[in-house]
């Protein structure tokens, strides 16, 4: 066995989301959202080197011209995961997430129940947003899983690695990696509209031409579901809105506004019980009354919206946080933290 098979096969044992590896440390594995050590063996620089040339392979040379390396892989004989290997003071550094080999059921994710429509959905844009690290990946395997096992659909996907490995089902289903299947999401993605898709995932809508194209795709009855790093629905609107010159985001607005479904955001928080960690999300289901606040730009408004909205699903973080404390899934302490408004919700949690 391998460097790097003996450190996930050591990290999947400890229940770990994530590896760091860095001269002067040791081996590093995130559980439950903390960082504890492997051991109490200091790598050293050549050792970091020689377990990221055991875990590219091939592909290690890259790093000279680029200087760091995002990839996936499959190490220990089954854990799959997706590593970014960088150098950090002329040294060599890697941050593996481990993913899980199963894709879970959507009903097991503990995520609003409105989300069990978003497979249903037949066009549209649905965004699935939060921090790196807040399962937005999990989250969309799910969904498209879903799709996989209910739905005659062709499903194509855009990642930056690949991370989840579907297995085609009811629905036909190609996944390409930008810089091995295409130069890039907008390359990509222009691409697909000539694929025949039904769905396509976006692994992140980063630039213009990316969210320019999305729309159209959507537009032009395709479901697209696409990541974004924003931590609100809001947040969301305005970070795609504000990639383009203003001249133009009037346009988009009112594009946005009339392709746009859902927006699921959510961050992960250790559980009450010490173990585990449990997914708090904010959930827009976009209505009239939404769409007209995209169109003028009052997004300010939209969580108050959110909160009287409770009926086609939506909700916001802060109400979902006061659900989570009082059914015990979460401490107050956690929930206050992760709040938007921590006076909202001391006066609603005791």
């Known amino acids: 066995m391998g460097l790097m098979d003996t450190i996930v096969a050591t990290a999947e044992a400890a229940r770990t989301s994530d590896v760091h590896i860095a001269a002067g440390l040791p081996v590093r594995f995130r559980v439950d959202g903390q960082l504890t050590d492997m051991d109490d063996h200091i790598l050293t620089a050549p050792e970091c080197e020689a377990i990221a040339r055991d875990a590219a392979g091939d592909a290690y040379d890259a790093i000279a011209n680029m200087g760091e390396l995002d990839m996936a892989g499959t190490y220990a004989g089954h854990v799959r995961c997706r590593l970014n290997i960088y150098q950090s003071m002329r040294s060599v550094c890697l941050a593996i997430r481990l993913l899980s080999n199963k894709i879970p059921e959507l009903?097991?994710?503990?995520?609003?129940?409105?989300?069990?429509?978003?497979?249903?959905?037949?066009?549209?844009?649905?965004?699935?947003?939060?921090?790196?690290?807040?399962?937005?990946?999990?989250?969309?395997?799910?969904?498209?899983?879903?799709?996989?096992?209910?739905?005659?659909?062709h499903i194509i996907t855009l990642e930056d690695p690949i991370e989840y490995i579907y297995q085609p089902k009811l629905c036909s289903i190609d996944q390409r990696e930008i810089g091995r299947d295409t130069v890039s999401y907008a390359e990509g993605l222009r691409a697909i509209l000539r694929e025949d898709p039904d769905v396509i995932l976006i692994g992140e809508m980063r630039d213009l031409d990316t969210?320019?194209?999305?729309?159209?795709?959507?537009?032009?009855?395709?479901?697209?579901?696409?990541?974004?790093?924003?931590?609100?629905?809001?947040?969301?609107?305005?970070?795609?809105?504000?990639?383009?010159?203003?001249?133009?985001?009037?346009?988009?607005?009112?594009?946005?506004?009339?392709?746009?479904?859902?927006?699921?955001?959510?961050?992960?928080?250790?559980?009450?019980?010490?173990?585990?960690?449990?997914?708090?999300?904010?959930?827009?289901?976009?209505?009239?009354?939404?769409?007209?606040l995209i169109r003028e730009g009052k997004t300010p408004q939209i969580e108050n919206t959110l909160a009287t909205t409770a009926e086609l699903g939506s909700i916001t973080m802060d109400n979902m946080l006061v659900q989570m404390v009082r059914s015990r899934v979460i401490s107050r302490q956690t929930a206050l933290e992760a709040a938007r408004d921590p006076e909202y919700l001391k006066r609603l949690v005791r």
């Open 107 to 153: 009903s097991s994710l503990g995520l609003p129940p409105v989300v069990q429509e978003f497979p249903n959905y037949n066009k549209g844009i649905v965004l699935v947003t939060g921090e790196t690290g807040s399962g937005k990946s999990t989250t969309l395997a799910s969904i498209l899983n879903t799709i996989n096992l209910t739905k005659h659909d």
């Open 211 to 292: 969210i320019e194209t999305a729309l159209t795709a959507a537009e032009t009855g395709h479901l697209v579901f696409g990541t974004l790093h924003t931590q609100s629905a809001a947040d969301s609107i305005d970070r795609l809105v504000d990639v383009f010159p203003e001249g133009r985001q009037r346009q988009i607005r009112l594009q946005l506004s009339m392709v746009l479904r859902a927006v699921l955001s959510q961050q992960l928080l250790p559980r009450a019980s010490g173990t585990g960690r449990a997914a708090a999300c904010e959930v827009m289901i976009v209505n009239p009354a939404i769409r007209n």
